[in-house]
T-cell receptor, first 111, second 115 residues
């Protein structure tokens, strides 16, 4: 299983872009990168996923490096409501959807 | 459309007591999961189910049992609660297709305190 490494915490000013990095140097060719977030005391929320191309949806953008060993989740205009723990996950394929949550990055958006 | 709901929201048990946590989803999802989250930690998978009548062990299954008698419900049982089972329990569900399995919808959690 590809292991991920994330910084334990980050700060971001409200209205600025939040760039959350993730290293997954042992990722294999058919493994996707998923991002979830967990706002305090709530259940995790799916954000986005990708394989090798950059992805964008209404919540965020995902940039995956060409060698696929790292990725960055971008929240283009962070708000106070984006304060949460962000998890970068590389699930093993065809394993019944098992997600392995690490420690994640605690993002604090400050006014 | 309520999504994933969990009952109860909070419970206090004494060591040795039993209880059942109920998870319900109204999205017609095939897969369902039970996770636990200890303070300051990420979620860990307890058991999961890929369909009605089927269950499988996750990362930390000891001390728990599960049942999936109906597609929309997934029950987590503690036969003899221990203080080490004090945690927040999250249920999740997803479709069965690849990539959709990993796109899971989570419930609000059940906070369990075992004294």
């Amino acid at each position: 299983d590809a292991k991920t490494t994330q910084p334990p915490s980050m700060d971001c000013a409200e209205g600025r872009a939040a760039n959350l990095p993730c290293n997954h140097s042992t990722i294999s060719g058919n493994e996707y990168v998923y991002w979830y977030r967990q706002i305090h005391s709530q259940g995790p929320q799916y954000i986005i996923h990708g394989l090798k191309n950059n992805e964008t949806n209404e919540m965020a953008s995902l940039i995956i490096t060409e060698d696929r060993k790292s990725s960055t989740l971008i929240l283009p205009h962070a708000t106070l409501r984006d304060t949460a723990v962000y998890y970068c996950i590389v699930p093993p394929p065809n394993q019944g959807g098992k997600l392995i949550f690490g420690q994640g990055t605690e993002l604090s958006v400050k006014p | 459309n309520a999504g994933v709901t969990q009952t109860p929201k909070f419970r206090v048990l004494k060591t040795g007591q039993s209880m059942t946590l109920l998870c319900a989803q109204d999205m017609n999802h095939e897969y369902m999961y039970w996770y636990r989250q200890d303070p300051g930690m990420g979620l860990r998978l307890i058991h999961y189910s890929v369909g009605e009548g089927t269950t499988a062990k996750g990362e930390v299954p000891d001390g728990y049992n599960v049942s999936r008698l109906k597609k929309q419900n997934f029950l987590l049982g503690l036969e003899s609660a221990a203080p080490s089972q004090t945690s927040v329990y999250f249920c999740a569900s997803s479709y069965w297709q690849p990539r959709k399995q990993e796109t899971q919808y989570f419930g609000p959690g059940t906070r369990l305190l075992v004294l």
